[in-house]
């Protein structure tokens, strides 16, 4: 069923979509710029005061928020901003979600591909449907600079050996057979301090993220990863495309092509080409529609 995309809202109020991504922690609400009231910038206190709001139903607890609209960039479609509430009431507005982007397709109701510029990262990715899943295609070669950002396909960071991809997000892949057993997430969480501190991030910063992985057979690894909060039940969809960009880069980690990622919640399928990767069978549902009040900051 073709989702309705939301209508006219009061004066002062949003229309806002819950869609849930199958693989991801959580519900993103999703914003199209076009309901916002004449002035709003989508600042953090604007932000604060939306989140208050949705104290009052029973998304209380969501902590992802996506804008959209269409796009002024030929051949891109929307325009996305992705923005990570964080636990201590702070908003990074740096994070990328591959899965809060398919929620602004899936909230539009397009059943058409559709190219989306995600302006949080600088990402283009094309969201194709196939019956009710969905491929995300991003259009960027893993070789391109930058995806890199340490400038080298593997580092050793206190004695470990990571290689750090960053596509769509920043990545801190960890082979876990250099890892003890025990305590493996407090260990994660170090080695991903100390490769932030590299790239310039602040301690408390949800970047890079981090996940382990061990290899199981050909083409399949098993993975966990971190996400704000905890261990991610699933793998995010830029975690998958880093994995399957780390495996077309010639000396990472991850040693030769990978097309599954075993994860605790399920399988996640990718693939890359020369000139993108892709991240196969996604799925996201509009749970319900809601009219927000939205306080605004400062007029422009």
């Known amino acids: 069923m073709r989702p309705e995309p939301p209508g006219a809202s009061r004066d002062g109020y949003v229309t806002a979509a819950v869609v849930r991504a199958l693989d991801a922690p959580g519900p993103t609400?999703?914003?199209?710029?076009?309901?916002?009231?004449?002035?709003?910038?989508?600042?953090?206190?604007?932000?604060?005061?939306?989140?208050?709001?949705?104290?009052?139903?029973?998304?209380?607890?969501?902590?992802?928020?996506?804008?959209?609209?269409?796009?002024?960039?030929?051949?891109?479609?929307?325009?996305?901003?992705?923005?990570?509430?964080?636990?201590?009431?702070?908003f990074d507005f740096r994070t990328g979600c591959g899965h809060s982007l398919l929620a602004c397709v899936v909230a539009e109701g397009h059943r058409r591909p559709v190219t989306v510029r995600a302006v949080t990262t600088g990402d283009t990715i094309r969201a194709t449907p196939y019956g009710d899943t969905y491929t995300l295609d991003f259009l960027r070669a893993p070789t391109a600079p930058g995806t890199l950002p340490t400038g080298r396909p593997l580092d050793v960071v206190d004695g470990v050996p990571v290689s750090v991809v960053r596509y769509g997000n920043p990545y801190v892949l960890v082979d876990a057979r250099h890892l003890p057993p025990a305590g493996l997430e407090r260990r994660l969480l170090d080695l991903r301090a100390r490769v932030a501190r590299t790239l310039g991030y602040e301690a408390h910063s949800p970047l890079p993220k981090i996940a382990a992985f061990a290899p199981t057979s050909h083409g399949t690894l098993a993975v966990r990863a971190l996400t704000v909060g905890g261990w991610h039940p699933r793998l995010a969809l830029t975690g998958a495309a880093a994995f399957a960009a780390a495996a077309a880069i010639g000396g990472t980690v991850v040693d030769g092509p990978v097309t599954?990622?075993?994860?605790?919640?399920?399988?996640?399928?990718?693939?890359?080409?020369p000139g993108l990767v892709r991240v196969h069978d996604k799925r996201a549902t509009v749970l319900d529609r809601l009219e927000l009040p939205w306080r605004i900051h400062a007029t422009a």
């Open 29 to 90: 609400l999703v914003v199209q710029l076009d309901q916002l009231p004449r002035g709003a910038l989508a600042l953090s206190h604007e932000l604060a005061h939306l989140r208050h709001a949705l104290a009052r139903t029973p998304y209380a607890a969501l902590n992802k928020i996506a804008l959209y609209g269409t796009s002024a960039h030929a051949g891109t479609d929307l325009d996305y901003r992705f923005v990570q509430a964080l636990p201590d009431g702070r």
């Open 260 to 273: 599954v990622l075993e994860t605790p919640g399920g399988r996640v399928t990718v693939s890359a080409a």
